[in-house]
């Protein structure tokens, strides 16, 4: 039996052709990686506000959606600004205190009487923490850097605050007009499956993105409260590391509390003791009562999609690629269910 090997000219054009789009699209990609990410930033947060907007447009007069928008932009400015303002002066004093303190920290740390301190002269361990004090000193020093580097690097991350903000107020006010279009030009037999389908992968988007907020927020509160009760001073930084931090999935709460316990160690042996055992029941019931409250059954994901997805993310696009990792891998999961369950069906 003899195969015939010929190939015409048209099916080999089409196919060089076919592969010089795909490397096309991943050079572009790689090009304006960094918008893309601006992009899909916009697009998560206007996802998350869209539920917002949707409930204000019903009691605006002829559910004008521009209007709506605008007071969704505006009260969430309004309390962000709040935040900043109030927060901003504490957290700076707070923190420049901190590293003016650092050098006394550490001499009672490795000169005192407690337990910890006789572990660390036994262990050896007094050059290596001389190491990493001067180390910490280093970085803040050279925080301030050249006025020059300040100046790009902060009109380079309000650019993009800006053009996110942007992107997100434009989603919102002709996102729906969009997806309508869309809708339009799919086939009336595939439309109403595409819709559910649709509506399932954004329920795991809103479900998540509105749920990391509420936790990350309570963790930043409850930190910096329990900081502030047993007398552990820079409570507000603290607080707000530790709610930054838990927006990371899987780690970013342990790397938080590990810091926040390690700083109250400078306090006392019993104030890292406390905020231990504080973390440790926060976490469990972050775990088992929080997080399976705000989320539902949105994003139904093992810890193995979890980790394979936020690495993913993060090797694409940094710590916000981790943090839309998993809304992402939760649309991706829900698209490869149905398609299972369709050949299912066709069996």
């Known amino acids: 039996m003899t195969i015939d090997m010929n190939i015409s000219a048209r099916a080999t054009f089409k196919l060089l052709g076919l592969i010089t789009v795909f490397v096309g699209a991943l050079l572009v990609a790689y090009l304006t990686r960094k918008e893309l990410v601006w992009i899909g930033t916009a697009f998560f947060l206007a996802v998350a506000l869209n539920p917002a907007v949707e409930r204000t447009s019903r009691v605006m007069p002829r559910r004008n959606r521009l209007l709506a928008t605008?007071?969704?932009?505006?009260?969430?400015?309004?309390?962000?600004?709040?935040?900043?303002?109030?927060?901003?002066?504490?957290?700076?004093?707070?923190?420049?205190?901190?590293?003016?303190n650092l050098p006394g920290y550490t001499d009672a740390l490795v000169h005192g009487h407690s337990l910890v301190s006789q572990q660390i002269r036994d262990w050896n361990l007094v050059d290596r923490i001389r190491e990493s004090q001067s180390q910490l000193l280093s970085y803040a020093s050279s925080a301030g850097g050249s006025f020059f580097s300040i100046v790009k690097g902060f009109f380079s991350s309000f650019a993009a605050g800006i053009t996110v903000l942007g992107l997100t107020f434009f989603m919102l006010l002709e996102g729906p007009g969009w997806i309508e279009t869309f809708w339009k030009m799919v086939p009336a037999k595939h439309r109403s499956h595409g819709r559910a389908l649709a509506d399932k992968m954004y329920g795991a988007v809103t479900g998540y993105?509105?749920?990391?907020?509420?936790?990350?927020?309570?963790?930043?509160?409850?930190?910096?409260?329990?900081?502030?009760?047993?007398?552990?001073?820079?409570?507000?930084?603290?607080?707000?590391?530790?709610?930054?931090?838990?927006?990371?999935?899987?780690?970013?709460?342990?790397?938080?509390?590990?810091?926040?316990?390690?700083?109250?160690?400078f306090t006392s042996v019993w104030a890292a003791l406390v905020m231990l055992v504080f973390f440790i029941i926060y976490q469990q019931l972050e775990n088992h009562l929080l997080q399976p409250i705000v989320y539902g059954k949105t994003v139904q994901m093992s810890p193995l999609s979890v980790l394979i997805s936020v690495l993913i993310g993060a090797g694409i696009g940094g710590i916000l690629g981790a943090l839309v990792a998993i809304p992402i891998g939760a649309s991706v999961q829900i698209v490869l269910r149905d398609l299972a369950d369709i050949h299912l069906v066709a069996d």
């Open 70 to 100: 605008l007071s969704v932009f505006l009260i969430v400015v309004a309390v962000f600004s709040f935040l900043i303002g109030s927060l901003t002066p504490p957290l700076v004093s707070q923190t420049a205190q901190l590293g003016k």
């Open 209 to 265: 993105v509105t749920g990391n907020v509420l936790t990350s927020l309570l963790a930043a509160t409850l930190t910096a409260l329990a900081l502030a009760i047993i007398g552990v001073p820079f409570a507000i930084p603290l607080g707000i590391l530790v709610g930054l931090f838990d927006f990371l999935p899987l780690v970013g709460a342990t790397i938080g509390a590990t810091v926040v316990v390690l700083v109250s160690l």
